[in-house]
């Protein structure tokens, strides 16, 4: 039996920190991400080189005064010096792995905070320049130094308080099924057996959230030899219909992990747009959001039946036929 | 800025076509991308010979993971005269792999290629796999030419790398790369206790935002997580 562990943020006394960056947009170039959504560009990577990134920390400038007011009230509530919380942004990169740091600011100094602040001037950071893998942007109110350690209280350095995540991805940055050779070193350090072909290991990964700012992606590892023989006969049909199976384990595996976890039951699809959770329904149930609400109550209710759709979506049955049938030999 | 790339399916039929012995003209399959200057190339092909010379003179019991944590500070340097976008490309490191690279990743990978799946290794689609583009990420990951050393400081390490730094958030941290370098050198954990922090590290990214952490932070937090937890090696963990 797999035992999970998985941390929750276990803090009380920073509720008046839950909302105050809600309101807060990115805008690249003339569009706009909410925070906590992602927006998909659909941008030549020298265009996307080009455009400026700002910040926006408030609809309007009155309620930017508000938004100030809040966050300093908030770290009043808090009982800590305004001097050791941070207004935090950094911008990340998926396939160079590179996190810049492009905002920072003392709570104690916020009077010198612009409402709209522009991220591309001077230096412009990698992930600005990134226009085959796009970004993500994360905003953070996070604890600068060490506290006194106190239960339930965050004290650790870089512990957030407030987070506001903004996905740009670009087109090229879609893939996400691509399956890993398993040969007997990764079986033994994975604990597996001799003859096991296939194994689905999600780590880390949370399928809710997004996908791009996870490191850790989740792996279906696959017989190293049977891979071989998929690559050299691609497209022989039981080789195909191998690898539509292979795609469906991995749809399979996303929405039982998926169905497991308790924040399902509160997510929308928009919620869930540029998640691996998501991608699966796009995949599964089409584009039409009435379809995938639909295949989303599924995952929660009865995610064997998800997996049935997914399989009509699929549609495997013509391809596990002409196996059988001994078609193109 | 101009560079020249290969699309996948142009590197999967020469790749196939090098595993088999043969030496494909790759010059038909380059298409160049972006305009003015033309990247220069050539700090990038010596570094790339100095290295197949490397592997031509090493021991059939070289530490393979050793030397290409090694080689991938000088490979970084050599990459510095490319602008980030045109690295952002996996097309342009498809082209390095096969056009200087290929004898050096076929001897790195020699395991894989011998069952022909050499493909993931060259193709640049996941940057953690692909040889040329995790040893870029190994050398950012310690912060680059200051800490040269620490790239191929651990003996058989290829899963410490792997799975404990390029594919977690840790590898985005210089400071806490090193400390979980310098630790795994001086005191060294076998597979189980060493995955055991590297989940509990895990989990503390879901909280924490590594960047912020200096050096001798970073180092307290490695440490702190190692006396915190159990690591005594269960029979049969490794």
């Known amino acids: 039996m797999s035992v999970e562990a998985r941390t929750v943020r276990p803090f009380v006394g920073i509720e008046s920190f839950a909302t105050v960056l809600d309101d807060v947009v990115v805008h690249f170039g003339n569009e706009t991400c909410n925070a906590n959504s992602s927006i998909s560009l659909d941008l030549e990577p020298h265009e996307y080189q080009r455009r400026s990134v700002v910040v926006q920390w408030a609809p309007d400038e009155e309620s930017f005064h508000s938004f100030k007011d809040a966050l300093l009230e908030a770290a009043d509530s808090m009982r800590v010096d305004r001097e050791t919380l941070l207004l935090y942004v950094t911008a990340s990169t998926p396939y160079l792995k590179r996190t810049e740091i492009v905002e920072h600011l003392s709570l104690a100094k916020l009077e010198q905070l612009d409402h709209k602040q522009l991220l591309t001037d001077g230096r412009r950071a990698d992930s600005f320049r990134a226009g085959h893998h796009g970004c993500s942007l994360n905003a953070y109110v996070l604890l600068n130094e ?7 209280r965050p004290w650790r350095k870089g512990t957030w308080l407030a987070h506001a995540r903004f996905g740009l991805a670009t087109q090229i940055a879609k893939s996400m099924f691509r399956p890993t050779p398993l040969d007997d070193a990764k079986r033994n350090e994975l604990g597996l057996y001799g003859k096991t072909v296939r194994y689905f290991h999600m780590g880390d990964h949370d399928p809710l959230v997004s996908y791009d700012d996870q490191p850790e992606k989740p792996v279906l590892y696959v017989d190293e030899n049977l891979l071989a023989e998929l690559s050299a006969n691609a497209s022989h049909p039981s080789s195909i219909s191998t690898q539509l199976q292979l795609a469906l384990d991995f749809m399979a595996a996303v929405i039982h992990d998926a169905s497991r976890r308790e924040e399902l039951g509160t997510v929308s699809i928009e919620d869930l747009a540029d998640s691996l959770l998501g991608r699966v329904l796009r995949v599964a149930a089409g584009p039409r959001d009435s379809d995938r609400e639909r295949l989303l109550a599924l995952v929660r209710s009865d995610p064997g039946k998800a997996v049935a759709r997914a399989e009509h979506t699929v549609d495997i049955q013509k391809r596990m036929l002409q196996t059988l049938h001994g078609d193109g030999s | 800025m101009r560079y020249p790339i290969l699309t996948v399916s142009a590197c999967q039929r020469l790749a196939d076509q090098k595993r088999d012995g043969l030496e494909p003209a790759i010059d038909a399959d380059v298409s160049w991308q972006g305009v003015d200057d033309e990247v220069d190339l050539r700090k990038i092909e010596l570094v790339a010979e100095t290295m197949v010379d490397a592997v031509r003179q090493s021991a059939e019991s070289a530490d393979r993971d050793r030397i290409e944590g090694e080689y991938s500070v000088p490979l970084m340097v050599a990459l510095e005269v490319v602008p980030f976008e045109v690295l952002d ?14 004898d050096f990743i076929s001897w790195r990978e020699e395991g894989p290629f011998d069952k022909g799946n050499h493909l993931r290794y060259v193709d640049c689609v996941t940057s953690t796999e692909s040889v040329l583009t995790r040893m870029f990420l190994r050398a950012n990951s310690v912060g680059g030419r200051d800490h040269a050393d620490l790239a191929g400081a651990l003996e058989k390490a290829t899963d410490f790398w792997r799975s404990h730094i390029l594919r977690v958030r840790t590898g985005t941290a ?10 795994q050198k001086s005191d060294r954990l076998s597979t189980g206790p060493l995955r055991e922090v590297a989940r509990s590290l895990n989990r503390t990214w879901t909280n924490i935002v590594p960047q912020l952490y200096t050096q001798e932070e970073a180092s307290e937090l490695i440490s702190g997580i190692r006396e915190g937890l159990d690591l005594t090696d269960p029979e049969g963990y490794e």
């Open chain 1, 146 to 152: 060490n506290l006194d350690p106190a239960p339930l």
């Open chain 2, 89 to 102: 490309d996996p097309g342009f490191w498809r082209y390095l792999s096969l056009a200087y690279f290929w």
């Open chain 2, 174 to 183: 210089p400071p806490v790369t090193r400390a979980f370098v310098e630790e």
